[in-house]
């Protein structure tokens, strides 16, 4: 009886420890202790190689997200001898050459990617509404175009279908161009560099001086430089990119005189920030005459800038460099519309500006017979 008596009274004291301090709902407590599911197995994240547990979907973020598809991703370009070209090349060297070219150009998107890194990730981190510097503006833009063109010129030798690596290096530098020009975000980087509408290529279009001109027998002083100036519109506005000041004060010196586009506008600058910066705000120009190499953004960089924008005005060089077709088709892809060959220093012959008009004149001409249109 003892025994049946102390059982009982440790029963008893057992009692709510089984039920969690409620005598009346041990049997519930009971029933759902068996029922308690297994713990969850934690999900994993892979980020560059290596396995990093994920608290759950709501505790990742979409910009998180976002920096590890652009930014933690890291790129290893196809074996050459296993790229898949299309279409298939005609010849071995041909072949040789395009498996060679696919090395090099995804070596220069692997730099790329490494340089522009940290720009992507600080503009995901800080968000969409912060004001780019234009220093950074300044260097970023023309990398980011030269290095797109250099990928979509790839694309067109490589199925970028069955290479990953090239899809993304393209996804990649558009994500960082869209970031960088708002403006271009849904356009491809085909319709940005490659897709001119308004024209094609010709080389002796393009080429908007005459080689066979006999200067001396032309007899082209200051009536011959007049005759030019009339024929072009009136209120035809036109800015110079030159850091040559002899350049610079001859044109001006010219224009008040009214000879150099005496019947319109024309506004002077050394420097190509300053150029932009008058573009931007609201400046209007029809024609820009551009030196190619100008300390701190020629005319590569200063068209690059402008086509970026949406600048839709003739932007022609003006260059000491001779006539070639190939490098005439690579800055028309760039965005220039004409180049015009002058000597150099030719700011001090006395034909410099019926040389310059003229090939003014026949731009304007050609765009009007053939209805050029950006």
């Known amino acids: 009886m003892k025994k049946i008596i102390l059982l009982a009274v440790v029963f008893i004291y057992a009692f709510p420890c089984a039920a969690q301090k409620n005598p009346f709902k041990w049997w519930k407590g009971f029933r759902s202790a068996a029922r308690t599911p297994a713990p969850a197995v934690p999900s994993f994240r892979v980020v ?30 196809t074996l050459p001898e296993n790229v ?8 071995l060297p041909q072949e040789i050459y395009a498996r060679e ?34 220093v950074q503006s300044r260097v970023l833009l023309p990398a980011v175009a030269d290095m797109e063109r250099e990928l979509l010129r790839l694309g067109a030798t490589v ?34 560099y490659f897709s001119r509408q308004d024209r094609a290529f010709v080389g002796d279009e393009f080429y908007l ?13 200051r009536g011959q430089a007049l005759a030019q100036a009339e024929k072009l519109p009136q209120g035809l506005r036109v800015a110079v990119l030159n850091d040559r ?22 506004a002077c600058f050394s420097s190509a920030a300053d150029l932009i910066a008058s573009v931007r705000s609201g400046k209007k120009y029809d024609i820009i005459l551009t030196d190619i190499i100008v300390p701190g953004g020629g005319g590569y960089y200063l068209t690059n800038i402008l086509r970026l924008d949406g600048f839709s005005g003739a932007i022609i060089a003006l260059s000491a460099y001779e006539r070639d077709d190939a490098m005439g088709l690579e800055m028309f892809e760039r965005g220039f519309d004409g180049m015009l060959n002058l000597p150099i220093s030719f700011e001090h012959s006395p034909f410099w500006a019926s040389d310059v008009m003229r090939g003014l004149n026949k731009y304007l001409y050609l765009r009007r017979l053939n209805g050029w249109s950006r």
Request: net charge positive.
């Open 48 to 77: 560059q190689g290596k396995i990093l547990p994920s608290p759950g979907r709501s505790m990742v973020s979409a910009k998180q997200l976002e920096l590890e598809k652009y930014i933690a991703r890291a790129v290893r370009p």
């Open 84 to 91: 898949a070209l299309s279409p298939t090349p005609a010849s």
């Open 101 to 134: 070219r696919y090395k090099h150009v995804m070596e220069n998107f692997q730099k790329f990617k490494k340089e522009t890194g940290p720009f992507l990730y600080y503009r995901i981190k800080e968000g969409y509404g912060t004001e780019i510097p234009s």
């Open 159 to 192: 199925d970028v279908r069955e290479d990953a690596p090239l899809a993304f290096a393209l996804e990649y530098v558009a994500r960082v161009r869209d970031e960088l020009a708002p403006l271009l975000k849904g356009l491809s980087g085909a319709d940005i």
């Open 209 to 221: 001086h005459d080689p066979e001109l006999k200067r001396w027998s032309s007899m082209l002083r």
């Open 245 to 266: 000041r002899s350049v610079l004060e001859e044109m001006t010196k010219s224009h008040r005189n009214g000879v150099f586009i005496r019947n319109g506008e024309l």
